[in-house]
């Protein structure tokens, strides 16, 4: 059961900017543990594509962005693309139940 | 180039075993965390385990622990995971990941995924 809370689906028209939402609480974003994103092509792996909140890998484009208030985090996708449709996890640490959570997930469509 | 190879998924029947394993190359997993990552047909990620760095340390998720043993290999430069009394909620692909990171790590590379599928 995961206990960071991510909209099942978000969709968008090529060009446009959407955001995910993803909401912990108090022994996990709340508690100061960074949050860090995945981006899962279908019928792949995970990819990392935003660490310690704000951060991309090497070879992640700019259009990706993340940030991180109480105990939500947000990650925001501009110029969406074709190539853009897949599943995004977010992922952080869980103090009270000591192990690694991850988001629901969400799929983003482009319409 | 890191890469992560991962073996040994198959169909096992309902309490039976299975072993898995990660081949690392690029880097040493002397020096960095391993772990397990698993996804159900159709569902999330979850966390299963995964071994600090020394080997020294080991951690399991509550759903896995007592029948998962996550161990390594520092000559071959692989993680194994042990999985004993399978059940059917086991079905999954488990990704091996490598750890990055300290206080709120991540998961930085992982391996393409092995298929396990627990049914009689």
């Known amino acids: 059961q995961s206990v960071l809370t991510q909209p099942p689906s978000v969709s968008g028209a090529p060009g446009q900017r959407v955001t995910i939402s993803c909401t912990g609480s108090s022994s996990n974003i709340g508690a100061g543990f960074a949050v860090h994103w995945y981006q899962q092509l279908p019928g792949t792996a995970p990819k990392l594509l935003i660490y310690?909140?704000?951060n991309r890998p090497s070879g992640v484009p700019d259009r990706f962005s993340g940030s991180k208030s109480g105990t939500s985090a947000s990650l925001a996708i501009s110029g969406l693309q074709a190539e853009h449709e897949a599943d995004y996890y977010c992922q952080s640490y869980d103090g009270s139940l000591s192990v690694y959570v991850f988001g629901t997930g969400t799929k983003v469509t482009v319409l | 180039e890191v890469q992560l190879v991962e073996s040994g998924g198959g169909l096992v029947q309902p309490g039976g075993s299975l072993r898995l394993s990660c081949a690392a190359s690029?880097?040493?997993?002397?020096?960095?965390?391993m772990a397990w990552v698993r996804q159900a047909p159709g569902k999330g990620l979850e966390w299963v385990s995964n071994?600090?760095?020394?080997?020294?340390?080991?951690y399991y998720a509550d759903s896995v622990k007592g029948r998962f043993t996550i161990s390594r290999d520092t000559f071959e430069n692989t993680v194994y995971l042990q999985m004993n009394s399978l059940r059917a909620e086991d079905t999954a692909v488990y990704y091996c990941a490598r750890r990055y990171g300290s206080g709120s790590p991540h998961f930085d590379y992982w391996g393409q995924g092995t298929l396990v599928t627990v049914s009689s």
């Open positions: 310690d909140n704000t």
């Open positions: 690029g880097f040493s997993i002397n020096n960095y965390a």
């Open positions: 071994i600090s760095g020394s080997g020294s340390s080991s």
